[in-house]
């Protein structure tokens, strides 16, 4: 199983899928809120901006019902999509978007591509899912089902324009800068609306805790330097509530604390303390609950494993 599925699969019942209602941010500007419940796989944060020719939505989430918010948050007319990277909670709903919207563009870096190619790690992903499905148990099994539908579905995942290096672009008529890392999963986007002054984050800001299943801790602080540098009013993180720029500096603070405690070979359940005094008026039960055994999961494998996996995935993508 992957590194993927034994972070974020707690527990095997399956909850009911609850869909945030859409909020507006500012003129054009709507958040559909992602969500983590208990025994399903999250769904990112997505944000629709309305540009002159039509909505461009900043992430798709995984399940259907996430899509489908997102759709009718933009009178069914998203024109535009662009994923902020290629972990599923944030590129699955492509699928189904571009099965009711024939036409729509699609715009994300070169990692989508080289994961979902064969032996990228979408794809050895769709494999493990394959074989372990048989054996799996019920609850468990309607979950890894999701998935494997979803990369069944490869070619629709796609986007049709690559965004490389960082640049200044219209998308939907809509003015953007777009910052390139590679942080979280080899290639991630990060996407300032120039009009609203909202910064749409991805993965490179999470809660309840940094998502550190394919990070590169080094490169992360350097993306958080070049997002701080920006002139954003509020920021979207992947998962959780918006943020003021304070905010997002008290994250951020926790974030350097996190992996300097790390470093320090601190024991994980300290370093998780530290980390929770930082972002725990963010944190819900279920959130806080979620904590520890996130974090010493990463400890584990990443940030205090041997020096050699450390830095596995800061080679290039
Ligand atoms: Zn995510």
């Excluded at 709507?30 to 999250?42: C, M, T, Y």
């Excluded at 901006?49 to 489908?68: F, K, P, T």
């Excluded at 629709?156 to 390139?180: C, F, K, N, W, Y």
Aim: charged fraction near 20%; charge should be neutral.
């Amino acid at each position: 199983m992957t590194v993927l599925r034994r972070a974020w699969v707690a527990t095997v019942c399956l909850a009911a899928a609850a869909t945030a209602a859409a909020q507006p941010l500012a003129p054009g500007v709507v958040l559909v809120p992602g969500g983590f419940e208990a025994g399903r796989q999250p769904d990112g944060n997505s944000l629709l901006l309305q540009g002159s020719e039509g909505w461009l939505l900043i992430d798709s989430g995984r399940h259907r019902a996430h899509a489908e918010a997102v759709r009718a948050a933009a009178g069914g007319q998203v024109r535009a999509l662009l994923n902020t990277h290629w972990h599923l909670d944030h590129l699955g709903g492509n699928a189904w978007l571009r099965s009711q919207s024939p036409g729509l563009e699609v715009w994300a870096s070169p990692a989508v591509a080289k994961a979902l190619a064969g032996d990228g790690w979408l794809d050895r992903y769709r494999r493990q899912l394959q074989a372990a499905l048989p054996t799996a148990a019920a609850g468990q099994a309607a979950v890894m089902r999701i998935d494997l539908d979803l990369l069944n579905q490869a070619a629709a995942l796609r986007p049709d324009h690559e965004i490389e290096t960082a640049a200044t672009l219209s998308i939907a008529g809509r003015r953007l800068q777009v910052g390139v890392e590679t942080a979280v999963s080899g290639g991630d986007l990060w996407v300032m609306d120039l009009e609203s002054g909202t910064l749409a984050a991805g993965d490179l800001v999470t809660l309840p805790v940094p998502f550190m299943d394919t990070a590169c801790p080094p490169a992360w602080r350097e993306a958080l330097a070049r997002i701080a540098a920006q002139p954003f009013k509020r920021l979207v993180p992947g998962h959780g509530p918006v943020m003021s720029r304070a905010e997002f500096e008290r994250w951020r603070g926790g974030f350097e604390a996190l992996l300097d405690c790390a470093d320090q070979c601190l024991h994980p359940a300290a370093c998780a303390a530290v980390w929770r005094s930082r972002v725990d008026t963010w944190l819900d039960d279920a959130g806080r609950a979620r904590v520890n055994g996130m974090l010493g999961y990463y400890f584990k494998t990443l940030l205090q494993a041997a020096p050699e996996q450390r830095e596995r995935f800061c080679a290039s993508p």
